[in-house]
């Protein structure tokens, strides 16, 4: 596995903090670095303009992701600035922690 520490860009945030995420080395695309870190971080693909890798440089290919090592921070800058359109609620069954038999009670 690869670990990487990826947030979301926003000056305007007092605290920003770095969330560790795992990509299986054999699959290192954009795609899945993408998907991982959307999951991972609650935010909707389709507002991703771009994921960049700090300080200064901007991931564009499977052949940037290739070249990432383990803990190198990224940053997903967003195009939607309403916070209210960004933010998906993942649903129960993909939170982690949730177990399904113990979510079914009985009275």
């Known amino acids: ?11 305007n945030l007092r605290e920003n903090d770095f969330i560790e995420i795992e990509l299986d ?38 052949k940037d ?10 940053e997903l800058v967003l195009t939607v600035s309403d916070k209210s359109l960004l933010f998906r609620v993942p649903a129960l069954s993909e939170q982690s922690g949730y177990n399904k038999k113990a979510s079914e009670l009985t009275y």
């Open 1 to 11: 596995e690869l670990v990487l520490k990826v947030r979301i860009q926003n000056p």
């Open 25 to 62: 080395r054999q699959e290192l695309t954009y795609k899945e670095l993408l998907q991982v870190s959307c999951r991972e971080l609650g935010v909707n693909p389709e507002h991703v303009q771009k994921i960049r890798k700090l300080p200064n440089t901007m991931l564009r290919k499977d």
């Open 65 to 74: 992701v290739a070249r990432l090592q383990d803990f190198q921070e990224l």
